[in-house]
């Protein structure tokens, strides 16, 4: 069976709470569902709602980290069940089409504390640096990177308690707001992506929408 965007509907109880919840238009709910199911492999007829796992995930992402794709999937989902229901998609991506600056920031804090613990330290600071450079493929070398971590720390541990807290954060973030650059998705785009991805599955006789797994366009 052919992988053809579904228009969600209005009327639908869950679609208008989700619409409400994250201030999409239904026909970029709709857009959104495309991108899902393509990252899904298709709806699941069988056996209920559709979910994405996290190897599909790494795949949408076109990430190399496993660790980074982890870190981004565990903050979309929400229920800890080990997989991310588009509930849990449209709301993950909302953050980050129409979230806040405080929203947005609080998503990035999330991100760098690997144990939940409210602060991030070298460790954490350190294994997301090696991460990041590595998936963008900058070559630094270790010393290099402790040298970053140092100088981070140097500049945000305001109260040399060896942690980087949430006010800490949100002051260096305040001074360097590019920080949260990479966290911009431009919901147009996604759009433009799910049209393009219904036409070439229409001329293609029905064929997988595989190729509009991209979970998004980074605004430029």
């Keep these: 069976m052919g992988n053809k965007p579904q228009k969600l509907k209005k009327s639908n109880k869950e679609v208008k709470s989700l619409m409400e919840a994250t201030k999409f238009t239904l026909d970029e709910l709709t857009a959104l569902h495309s991108q899902f199911l393509g990252i899904r492999g298709g709806a699941d007829d069988t056996k209920g709602d559709p979910m ?71 460790t954490a600071l350190r294994k997301m640096l090696t991460e990041s450079l590595k998936e963008n493929n900058v070559p630094l070398s270790a010393a290099q990177i402790d040298s970053l971590v140092d100088s981070t720390f140097e500049e945000a541990d305001l109260n040399k308690d060896g942690v980087i807290d949430f006010k800490e954060y949100t002051a260096m973030v305040n001074k360097h707001r590019a920080m949260l650059d990479h966290l911009d998705l431009n919901v147009t785009d996604m759009i433009k992506e799910a049209h393009y991805a219904a036409a070439a599955a229409a001329s293609a006789g029905g064929g997988g929408a595989g190729g509009a797994a991209g979970a998004g366009s980074r605004k430029k």
């Design 52 to 122: 994405i796992n996290r190897k599909e995930f790494q795949i949408a992402l076109g990430s190399r980290s496993s660790f980074f794709v982890d870190r981004i999937f565990n903050l979309f989902d929400t229920d800890n069940d080990g997989k991310i229901k588009f509930e849990e998609f449209a709301r993950g991506i909302a953050l980050l089409a129409k979230g806040t600056y405080a929203q947005k920031l609080k998503f990035s804090f999330d991100i760098y504390d690997i144990s939940a613990v409210g602060h991030i330290d070298k």
